[in-house]
């Protein structure tokens, strides 16, 4: 297993961005491809973008394509999301999780380690 703890999260404006990232112990960073999710008080668990284990393959949620970016570091076992052009809608608890199959998933039952998140807020 995969121990993940996300950080960077916090309070911007619309308009703004922040950078999320997601450090991994315990387990084998980079044989895990990895995810971007969220949620927001009341709803379901949402798929927000994934990457391959070396990087080579990404998917994005329709709602973040050409706003946000995931990227990752196997020498820092870290996986980031870097957010731009937030709107209110974006508003929601971040979690990263790893996945143990060979492609990657936007499911969030294809994800077998989660992190605890990180709170984003952006004000209109």
Do not use: H
């Amino acid at each position: 297993q995969v121990q993940l703890v996300e950080s960077g999260g916090g309070l911007v404006q619309a308009g703004g961005s922040l950078r999320l990232s997601c450090a991994a112990s315990g387990g084998t960073f980079s044989a895990s491809n990895m995810g971007w999710f969220r949620q927001a008080p009341g709803k379901e668990r949402e798929f927000v973008a994934t990457i391959s284990r070396r990087g080579g393959s990404t998917d994005y949620a329709d709602s973040v394509k050409g706003r946000f970016t995931i990227s990752r570091d196997n020498a820092k076992n870290t996986v980031y999301l870097q957010m731009s052009s937030l709107k209110s809608e974006d508003t929601a608890v971040y979690l990263c999780a790893a996945s143990p199959y060979p492609t990657i998933r936007t499911a969030p039952g294809a994800y077998r380690d989660w992190g605890q998140g990180t709170q984003v807020t952006v004000s209109s």
